[in-house]
């Protein structure tokens, strides 16, 4: 099969994230749509979140060289 898809606390195997979260029209299924569209807002502020450290890092070991 391959391996689970994490979802939060839940595991999905490809075949049940490919059905829950496949493309569908905004207007047939509003609900799910909003719940991906949440889903997708918490991962970009992940993403921008890791991001933002992993710069603040690289500055930090940029002035620590500067100082010295």
């Given amino acids: 099969m391959g391996r ?4 939060g606390r839940e595991r999905l195997d490809p075949e049940e994230y490919e059905y ?6 905004p207007a047939t299924d509003l609900p799910e749509t909003t719940m991906m569209t949440i889903e997708i807002l918490h991962l970009t502020e992940q993403i921008q979140r890791w991001l933002n450290q992993q710069v ?6 940029q002035a620590e060289k500067l100082a010295r």
Avoid: G, I, Y
């Fill in 4 to 7: 689970p898809v994490a979802r």
């Fill in 56 to 61: 603040a890092r690289h500055l930090a070991a």
């Fill in 20 to 25: 829950r979260f496949q493309a569908k029209a």
